[in-house]
């Protein structure tokens, strides 16, 4: 007999900033416990859900600065519980009910951080219903294809304290014929950067909020050239066998329609912003560019796709913000040809499966991505292998809640079940 949902709860505990954020709970007839724990970005684009927290009310905590997230907590005892219990553990069934609940296209009234913990706790109640993992849950036969790793390096912007201008340095292993193969040149990629650092006179101990090196280079075109030697001092090939991605973030230096530069101190017109970065793209081997521009300078990211000078991924994050409605209008414009899935920018699991499913049918590859705030949750390597997104994107490998992302895809690609291809 299928286990039926039996009880549901949601309570405030930390990401691993050490701010609040939301996890839900479903226990079924069985006396299984499903929970899920939700990420929480720095860098949030302005058109993602509603991320609800106590700010300015009468339940804000003044030891979590008013960030405390109970009344998205309330939400998911008093009003999602109530409607799922009897249920079984189906994902489009529940995400329906909540959608019923709070029809606006941001999640406004429930809190998005609380349908996306309720909806993911749905789906783990429900591969485990199956006797299935979630990857192999979401795709049912056939091997599973293992994400190839995005892994940040560098970090700057609004997850360093502005040592850069650009967010981050990140490395793909491309060359990699497994995954274990890739993440065991990322690491020594990473060692290799701290090493190389201190050389040079920098902290290298103290990380970012993605365990990634806070590195305060005087421009974007250093903190590259670092990256290349330091992919080519442990032996492999930039460019070949590992090439740069970068996450320009450029939202957080927009201003009054200008790019303002705190590294060199100076301000480009988009026009101007986009030569910049033509440049960049020339001296370094660099093969992702994430948010080249602001989540509403449209104009300058279908006019940048028209000076690629090679096959370049132009990755929508703050743009798109795993939004049908953006998505759409970025495949009719051509603005991009990539797009990071972030579940918590959505807050269901079924509507952002329709936006990765509708970015690859228009040809643009998919990376799954996990926030600046996280968990010790795994459910995000799960979904980027179970919806064969291609590319995955959880950080630095450092801190437990990056590395166990990392470690759940081993385990996975020992399972034998999986197959690691090259998306490049
Ligand atoms: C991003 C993410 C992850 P944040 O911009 O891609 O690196 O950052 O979660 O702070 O939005
Ligand atoms: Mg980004």
Known sequence: MTATITNVSGLQVLDSR?????????????????????????????????ELRDTNSQRAEKFYSGKSVSLAVSHINELIAPTMIGLVPDVATIDQIM??????????????????????????????????????????????????????ILSGGAHANGALDIQDVLVIPHGATSFSQALSWVVAIRESAAKRGAEQGFTTNLVADEGGLGIPFASSAKACEFVAQCIESVG???????????????????????????????????EQWSQQLLELLDQAPIISIEDPFAEDDWAAWKSFMTQLPR??????????????????????????????????????????????????????????????????????????????????????????????KWNRLLELEHSDETVFTNPF
């Open 18 to 50: 050490g701010r609040p954020t939301v996890c839900a709970l479903i226990t079924l007839s069985d006396q299984s416990v499903h929970k899920v724990t939700v990420p929480s970005g720095a860098s949030t684009g302005r058109h993602e859900a509603l």
């Open 99 to 152: 959608i019923q609940l709070d029809p606006t296209p941001r999640h406004e009234k429930l809190g998005a951080n609380a349908t996306l913990a309720v909806s993911l706790a749905t789906l783990k109640a429900g591969a485990h219903s199956h006797r299935q993992s979630i990857a192999r849950y979401l795709q049912p036969t056939g091997k599973l294809q293992l994400p190839m790793p995005m892994v940040n």
């Open 236 to 270: 492999l090939t930039a460019g070949h066998e590992v090439s740069i991605a970068l996450d320009i973030a450029a939202t957080q230096f927009f201003n009054d329609g200008q790019y303002v530069s705190r590294n060199s101190g100076k301000t480009f017109t988009s």
């Open 311 to 404: 096959s370049i991924a132009v990755v929508g994050d703050d743009l798109f913000t795993t939004n049908a409605a953006r998505l759409a209008q970025g495949i009719q414009e051509k603005s991009a040809n990539s797009i990071l899935i972030k579940p918590n920018q959505n807050g269901l699991v079924s509507s952002t499966f329709d936006v990765l499913s509708r970015a690859k049918m228009s040809n643009f590859a998919t990376i799954v991505s996990a926030r600046s705030g996280e968990s010790e949750d795994t459910w995000l390597a799960d979904i980027a292998t179970g919806w064969s997104a291609g590319q995955i994107k959880v950080g630095s490998t450092h801190g437990s809640e990056r590395t166990a």
